[in-house]
């Protein structure tokens, strides 16, 4: 099994469209099925709110992303709601539910390996890796400003989007080294058949098989501005650079303010790094020395207020007497 984590625009969508090129390995649409940590503490009381995406009381986010319940691709899995009932109905616990769905699945369709890939997984990856050993715990990364750029054209919030990256990209680094493939987005766009056999390779699956043809002879996600024929053009491209000038300052400043409390963990996991900055220097990022306007500062404050304000009325473990950020 392999799974695939980190900040939203990081590059997990290609690599996991990029290892389903392999025609033994199974891998669908985000699940968030490994993001739910109520599942796999408290699996006797959590496991009937499975299938129920009630907007009042569904299972809850803990990264900071504002998806919640579980998501079933039961038609690319070939599997019908019946058949996942029957195995919530005999597993003893989170473990023995995700085995009997796995091998389902690698049944059904004739592969050996499965893949899931929801960017909100990294936030559990120690936790899972103690679970799952030997899961392949895969971590995509990407420049900071280039990865938040993306997630702007994609519609979020610049806040929103900082807070996705510093909490998944910190929580995926937090784990031990060897238990975990840190994979770079600028490298992958240039040499995704060469990671794509390597990461392959951990899993033991044989590299002889990956089809790289397919409809229209290029690979492309919806949200792609360029098909995989045209992937070392975005290196090139700068989507940082595309937004207005004003908008740049307001990231910078973002950036440059925003940390993780000193006294917050997750599931006795505290994050290796605080700030974007030290993402930044750790991955060898470089991001630009740039004053913060004052005025900035207090807009940013004030947008996390109203986003706290927002998820304390939702009742999201991140609220008003909770908060895993700050600002300096």
Known sequence: MIILGGSSSSGSSLLNQCLGRHQDVAISSETSIFARPQLIEQWDEQKSRLFDN??????RSYGWHRENGVQWPLQEWNLTLDELNHFVLVAEDYGKFINLLQNAILT??????WVEKTPANSILFSLLSKLFDPAILVLTVRDPLEAIASMIFRGFDPLYAACIYLINSS???SIQPDKCAVVKYEELVVN???LTKEILGMAGISSGHIDWTVENEHIKINSWRFAENELP????????????????QYVFSILRS??????FSLFDVKPKFKSIEEIALHL?????????????KSRIRIRYIYELAL??????PYNWLNSPFTFV
Request: zero cysteines; glycine letters at 6%; charged letters at 30%.
């Open 54 to 59: 009630n907007k009042l009381a569904p299972l």
């Open 258 to 263: 925003l940390r993780i409390n000193e006294d």
């Open 284 to 296: 060898n990022y470089k991001l630009p020395l740039i004053e913060i306007k004052k005025e900035l």
């Open 171 to 173: 929580m995926g680094l």
């Open 233 to 248: 053009v975005l290196v090139k491209h700068n989507r940082f650079e595309s937004l207005a000038m004003g908008q740049q």
């Open 192 to 194: 995704y058949q060469k």
């Open 108 to 113: 059904k369709n004739g592969k050996s390996l």
């Open 311 to 316: 998820r304390s009325l939702r009742l999201d």
